[in-house]
């Protein structure tokens, strides 16, 4: 069975040339050129940006009710009458080698406040620029089982080759059994990527949930993939050029 665990290169700090921002409501509390980048991934860690003391509202922080880690000390932002438990954390010294970050600032992704990469909104975490995303046509045939029950058969394929993860194989909407296919209420969303919408697959006699999932509206960077759909390698039967596939390893497995 393949592996994939995502981390690139282990934790890592890094300068970045963007211009960072974080808003909570109508107020800008981060606003940076200088920010690093924080690329750590685990359980509760993903990519996120940290900020200078001077590049923050610090005056608009308090520290939370025994929030935080032996890492960064979590603090509520009020804005008005507005309290956001949690929403920012300071780093203290966390050791090499992400010595960089101590004393920044950096905040919540869940949400409750914005952020933005120059004028782009962007959500989840940061994008990590040692992360790529390539959507290629292929000419591959490519079939997929759920329970022994076929569910798409397609030889007009896209391939999106992401680092760090399997090759996933986004297919044409009339090359999916779509009378198979249940919507679901699942939404996820990434930055390399946009929002997407899932489905469940009855198959078997039984529903197998979230096994598909398409973008009606990626992101600029990946206009290809727009309105077709994908199943997760790890949970479906995948044939590819008439091979059957090993299901591989990731967070998703």
Request: glycine share 8%; with cysteine; net charge negative.
């Amino acid at each position: 069975m393949e592996s994939f665990d995502i981390p690139l290169h282990g934790p890592r700090v890094e300068p970045t040339p963007r211009w960072v921002r974080v808003r909570a409501g109508d107020v800008w509390v981060a606003d940076s050129r200088r920010a690093l980048l924080l690329a750590w991934y685990g359980p509760d860690m993903l990519p996120t940006y940290c900020f200078p003391p001077d590049d923050v509202r610090a005056d608009l922080f308090r520290p939370s009710a025994g929030g935080g880690s032996s890492v960064a000390v979590a603090h509520d932002v009020q804005v008005g009458d507005v309290v956001l438990a949690g929403a920012a954390m300071r780093f203290g010294d966390p050791g090499p080698p992400l010595s960089a970050v101590e004393g920044h600032w950096s905040f919540t992704w869940d949400g409750r406040v914005s952020w933005f990469e120059e004028a782009l909104e962007v959500h989840v975490h940061a994008r990590d620029p040692s992360k790529r995303v390539d959507v290629v046509p292929s000419e591959r045939e490519i079939r997929v089982e759920v329970a022994g029950q076929v569910v798409a058969e397609s030889t007009r394929p896209h391939a999106l080759f992401e680092t760090g993860l399997p090759t996933r194989w986004y297919l044409p909407v009339d090359d999916v059994a779509s009378e198979l296919l249940e919507p679901s209420d699942t939404v996820s969303q990434c930055p390399y990527k946009g929002t997407a919408r899932y489905w469940s697959v009855r198959a078997g006699g039984e529903v197998h949930r979230d096994l598909a999932w398409s973008y009606a509206e990626p992101v600029p960077e990946c206009p290809r993939i727009a309105g077709l759909v994908c199943f997760f390698n790890e949970k479906v039967d995948l044939v590819i050029d008439g091979v059957p596939q090993p299901r591989p390893f990731t967070p998703w497995s």
